[in-house]
């Protein structure tokens, strides 16, 4: 029986806020992926500046929508890390190239970085 190492089959990378902050810098290379439900999305935590929309549940049945994304990194989210884990396999798995934000929105509001809210 074989073992796999879990970092052989993960392909993609988790960042820091710091991190992604630096990565969204660069602009037209970097897209973002909200995974968080509707709710959450537009509730007063916020949401990263020009985050895309698609509830994790949702991701396998709407990647069309994704279909431009796949010359850029597209900076997946969710509000603690984990959701974005399933969907960065999921797009990892259909040729993305997908970074997970660590820790979700909250640590990203935990240090300090800036969010688009509702007004």
Excluded at 16 to 41: H, M, T
């Amino acid at each position: 029986m074989a073992f796999f190492n879990r970092s052989q089959t993960k392909n993609f990378r988790s960042v820091s806020p710091d991190e992604a902050a630096f990565l969204l810098q660069e602009g037209a290379r970097i897209a973002v992926l909200d995974v968080r439900n509707p709710d959450e999305y537009h509730s007063t935590t916020g949401r990263l500046q020009n985050a895309i929309l698609i509830p994790v549940d949702e991701l396998s049945s709407r990647l069309a929508e994704l279909g431009g994304l796949k010359e850029k990194t597209i900076l997946v989210y969710c509000r603690s890390g984990i959701r974005s884990r399933r969907a960065c396999e999921i797009l990892s798995k259909e040729g993305f190239t997908v970074v997970n934000l660590e820790g979700g929105i909250l640590k990203w509001l935990g240090e300090s970085h800036s969010v688009v809210r509702l007004t």
